[in-house]
């Protein structure tokens, strides 16, 4: 469980910081999706691939940020798993298990990777271009970042996937919906459960 749950303390800060860096400008499709992150009220489902430890793993994430509180629900090898940053504190939920780790954001940030200067600097519009993935004709953005890049593709208007590229290493997120508004239950923090502090 341990395991897991570390898994998903690193995979929510890459994703956090991902999603609260994505400034760019250039009056591009990518421009509306940004003004949604930007407004600090946002969720969205995806599903990405993740390489952890030498495993390949499929994982359904919903991430929900407000009032500068984070939620995550995470599906990964048929394990439902919550995580939610809000009080100075991480709380890892696993509903199966009726349990839930408990850090405080100031330690738990001491021991897991800091992302935060990859992903803080602008970025650069670099090309538009339509191109077709699995038979659907969509349209990419890419921007250059100064470790790598970003590549938004849309299905019109509708921001369907995104591709990070660092160093040799690419990440793609499928996007299955993206709102200015949020499920506030993703935030619940049950009183029942049994609370385990690190």
Not at 14 to 27: D, P, Q, R
């Amino acid at each position: 469980m341990k395991k897991k749950l570390k898994l998903i303390a690193v995979l929510v800060v890459i994703y956090a910081v991902l999603f609260s860096f994505a400034a760019c400008g250039g009056g591009n499709l990518a421009d509306n999706v940004n003004k949604i992150f930007a407004s600090g009220t946002y969720q969205m489902s995806i599903t990405t691939t993740i390489d952890y430890d030498g495993d390949s793993q499929s994982v359904d994430m919903t991430l929900a940020v407000k009032d500068k509180q984070m939620a995550i629900k995470m599906t990964a090898s048929g394990e439902n798993v919550r995580f939610v940053l809000k009080d100075n504190k991480y709380y890892i939920i696993s509903d199966a298990e009726k349990m839930i780790m408990v850090m405080d954001a100031d330690t738990s940030a001491e021991e897991l990777p800091d992302y935060s200067e990859l992903f803080s600097e602008t970025r650069t519009f670099t090309s538009k271009k339509d191109v077709t993935i699995d038979g659907k004709k969509l349209t990419c953005e890419e921007y250059k970042m100064p470790e790598g890049s970003i590549k938004y593709y849309f299905d019109g208007k509708t921001l369907v996937r995104l591709e990070t590229t660092t160093g040799s290493t690419t990440e793609t997120m499928v996007v299955k919906e993206l709102k200015g508004t949020v499920d506030a239950t993703l935030f619940d923090i049950p009183s029942n459960y049994q609370q385990l502090s690190f």
